[in-house]
């Protein structure tokens, strides 16, 4: 699944500025260890990279220090493993346990609430992609609970709803911006690809009208090039139901409205890696 990446925590600094930089990256966590840099401008005239977030040093910080850990106190709810050549973080929620319950819920989650670059606003026009594995997953079978569990969220701050999140439900991967009401499977099936790498892009204009969109896209273990899944078009995707300035990313494992006595599954493990934010407007 690994590929050469780099963590590029802030965009292109003007050119020749190499003070301003070297600055700019280490007030942003980078050191001469991590073989990071400042920024990254697409060669091929794509969109530019605002962060990346690839575990390649081994920290649960990816060596961002604003980046968001868990909340959660279980000396596992987070951790970071070694995956292929690099290295991915792990996310568990073992249910009945308070170690594994963040703000109020079962969840372990990482986010970029801290994070400039990992912020969106108004009139931004930014593309997520992430890679996502299911770890020793238990798969659904008939009479089992249909909760499902968030693996990753364009998140509004002040504690409001997720403007859209996607969710495993069932042995289905599904998005959806609980508020517009919009709901589709993106992956009709997951079994095929337990513990293996899924990939997954989201593309998004930011708007407080009706002239915002969501495409979603999907690369599957063996395929080569992203599949566009879905898209809404000419939606309000900036819609917090509390006043907030800014909307901001998570990735883990969230387990809304589950139980031991509703029957979910105890312990669920996910892995997640390569978290990206590009700038579609300038692409």
């Known amino acids: 699944m690994k590929k050469a990446t780099r963590r590029s925590v802030l965009a292109a600094a003007i050119a020749g500025a190499l003070t301003a930089a070297g600055l700019t990256a280490a007030q942003a966590g980078q050191n001469g260890t991590s073989g990071t840099t400042a920024g990254s401008c697409a060669h091929d005239g794509g969109p530019s990279t605002l962060l990346t977030i690839d575990y390649a040093n081994g920290q649960l910080d990816s060596g961002i220090p604003d980046l968001t850990t868990t909340h959660a106190t279980a000396a596992d709810a987070s951790s970071v493993v070694k995956s292929g050549n690099d290295h991915a973080v792990v996310h568990k929620v073992t249910l009945g346990d308070p170690a594994y319950v963040s703000d109020g819920a079962p969840r ?4 970029t609430n801290d994070v400039h670059e990992g912020r969106f606003v108004v009139g931004d026009e930014q ?5 996502v594995l299911l770890k020793d997953w238990k ?7 249909e909760n499902g569990d968030i693996i990753f969220q364009g998140k509004h701050a002040g504690g409001n709803q997720p403007s859209f999140y996607l969710m495993t439900k069932r042995n289905s991967i599904a998005f ?15 079994r095929p690809h337990i ?5 997954f892009r989201v593309d998004v204009r930011w708007t407080d ?15 080569t090039e992203y599949t566009l899944r879905k898209t809404y078009e000419n939606v309000r995707t900036f819609h917090p139901v509390n006043p907030a300035d800014f909307g901001y990313l998570k990735w883990g494992l ?8 509703k029957g979910d599954v105890p312990t669920r493990v996910i892995q997640h890696d390569d978290i990206r934010v590009l700038d579609l407007s300038q692409g």
Do not use: C, N
């Open 195 to 199: 513990d293996k790498w899924m990939h």
């Open 176 to 190: 959806r911006s609980p508020i517009l009401g919009l709901q589709v499977d993106v992956v009709d099936d997951v």
């Open 209 to 223: 009208d009706s002239t915002g969109y969501y495409k979603v896209s999907g690369k599957m273990p063996g395929e």
């Open 127 to 131: 593309r997520y992609e992430f890679s």
């Open 254 to 261: 969230y387990r809304p409205g589950q139980s031991l006595e």
């Open 108 to 111: 372990s989650e990482s986010a």
């Open 139 to 145: 798969t659904f079978e008939p009479g089992d609970s």
